[in-house]
C-alpha cells in the first residue's frame, strides 16, 4: 500500500517493526532508494517528505521545526502507529530529533545521518528562503551538488548528479525556502541530553555541511548514544556509500547478526540447547557455531517476512524431506514445547507424505509421535 499523495509512502511487510525515513532539504522520498531493499527485508518502512518536496504545492510558510515535527507525528497517528524506529538525513536528522526529545514514547531507536542540532548561521537560511522565493530552487543545484556528493563521485556517477540536480529543482520554492526559515530558527543543542532512544549518529567524513566534528559533538551530547564516520562520503552519505549506510543503519536499528542470532536461536531451540552447544565448542567448532548465529539464525530465521510458527513448520517440512532426522527431533520437540499444536503437526507430514515420499513421512512419523508423547508427559509433570 503507497500513499505517496499524502505525503508519504508506506512500504514493506506489514507485520514487520516501523521505520520512518524522513530526508533531506531539497529531496524526495527518492533519497531513500539505495536503501528500500535492504530495509524493507526487516521494516515497515515510512518515507516522510517535507512539505513542497513530494511534487505538491506547499503550503505557504514560515515553519518551524516544531511545526515540521508535529507533521510526521500526525502521520503516525494517520496510519495507526504508536511507536517506530526513526532514521533522519540533514534535515530529516534534525526533525526526527525533534520528535524523540518531545515524543519520547514514539521512539524505539534513532539514526541522526548527516545531520545537527543546529544549522548555523541564521542569516544563511534566511537569505537563501529570499532568493528561491525570487529565482526558484534551479539556481541552488549547482552549490547543493559540491555540498552532497564528493568531486570523485560526480564524476564517476554524472547519471546521479543530473538525477538530483532535477529533484531540487523540482521542489516547490515556497516549500523549500519555508523548510530554510524553519532552520534558521531551529536548534535542539540544549535539548540533546533528554533524547532517550538509543542513538546511532552517522555522518561523512567529507561531509561540509557537518563535519566530523560537528558529528562527534552530538554523539557526546546524546546520552549513550554511537558515532560512525563514513569514509568517501559528502553530505548524502547514504548515497555515496550505500553499502556501508545500510550496514551501520540497519546493525543499529536490528542488532548486528550475532546479536539478533542468537536471540533467535535461543528461542527457536531453546536457552539450555544453545547453551550446551557453545559450552561443548572445541577450536574447530566454534567457528561454526559463529556462522551458525550469524546467518541461518540472525539473516534469515530472524527476517520479519515470516512468524516464528511458520519458519518452524518449513523446518520440519524440509527436515522430514531430506531425512535429517536428529534435527527433525530437536525442531519437533522444540516446536511443541513452544505452542505449536499436534493439529499443525500432522497437517504438516501428511503433506510431506505426498511430496517427500511414504517412506519419509513414516519415519517422521514414528519420531514426531515419540516427542509429542514425552512432550505431553512433561508438561503434565509442571
Known amino acids: 500500500m503507497t500513499e505517496a499523495a499524502a505525503g508519504y509512502e508506506l512500504e514493506g511487510p506489514e507485520d514487520a517493526p516501523l521505520l520512518v525515513l524522513i530526508g533531506s532539504l531539497g529531496t524526495d522520498r527518492h533519497v531513500w532508494s539505495p536503501q528500500m531493499r535492504a530495509f524493507s527485508s526487516w521494516f515497515r518502512v515510512l518515507r516522510v517528505e517535507h512539505p513542497g518536496h513530494d ?100 564524476r564517476e556517477h554524472p547519471d546521479v548528479g543530473d538525477r538530483f540536480g532535477a529533484m531540487l529543482a523540482g521542489v516547490d520554492p515556497e516549500g523549500y525556502a519555508s523548510c530554510c526559515e524553519a532552520l534558521a530558527t531551529a536548534d535542539l543543542t540544549s535539548e540533546l541530553g533528554r533524547i532517550e532512544a538509543p542513538t546511532l549518529v552517522l555522518g561523512g567524513a567529507q561531509d561540509p555541511v557537518v563535519p566530523p566534528a560537528s558529528a562527534a559533538a552530538t554523539m557526546t551530547a546524546v546520552r549513550g548514544s554511537a558515532l560512525c564516520v563514513l569514509p568517501g562520503a559528502a553530505h548524502l552519505a547514504n548515497v555515496e ?14 542488532g548486528r547478526p550475532d546479536e539478533r542470532g542468537m536471540a533467535e536461536r535461543r528461542a527457536v531451540l531453546g536457552a539450555a540447547h544453545v547453551e550446551r552447544s557453545l559450552a561443548g565448542a572445541s577450536e574447530l567448532t566454534a567457528p561454526f557455531q559463529d556462522f551458525l548465529t550469524r546467518w541461518p539464525w540472525g539473516e534469515v530465521w530472524a527476517r520479519p517476512g515470516l512468524d516464528r510458527e511458520t519458519r518452524r513448520l518449513v523446518a520440519i517440512a524440509m527436515l522430514v524431506a531430506l531425512g535429517r532426522h536428529g534435527e527433525l527431533e530437536l525442531h519437533v520437540r522444540q516446536a511443541l514445547r513452544f505452542g505449536l499444536s499436534p493439529a499443525k503437526l500432522r497437517e504438516v507430514l501428511l503433506q510431506t507424505a505426498v511430496y517427500a515420499g511414504v517412506p519419509a ?13 514425552e512432550v505431553s508427559k512433561e508438561m503434565e509433570a509442571d
Open 241 to 254: 556509500q550505500p553499502e556501508a549506510f545500510n550496514s551501520a543503519v540497519l546493525q543499529h536499528l536490528a
Open 361 to 373: 513421512a513414516n519415519s517422521a512419523i514414528a519420531i514426531a509421535d515419540r516427542a509429542l508423547q
Open 55 to 154: 511534487g505538491r504545492a506547499a503550503p505557504k510558510g514560515p515553519y518551524s521545526l516544531e511545526g515540521l515535527g508535529l507533521r510526521v507525528v500526525d502521520v503516525l497517528d494517520a496510519i495507526g502507529a504508536g511507536r517506530a524506529h526513526f532514521a533522519g538525513l540533514s534535515l530529516g536528522g534534525l526533525v526526527a530529533m525533534w520528535v524523540a526529545v518531545e515524543h519520547p514514547a514514539r521512539v524505539e531507536r534513532l539514526a541522526v545521518c548527516c545531520s545537527a542540532p543546529s544549522f548555523r548561521p541564521p542569516a544563511t537560511w534566511v537569505e537563501r528562503a529570499e532568493k528561491v522565493r525570487a529565482e526558484g530552487t534551479a539556481p541552488l543545484v549547482e552549490g547543493a551538488l559540491g555540498r552532497w556528493f564528493t568531486p570523485a563521485f560526480l
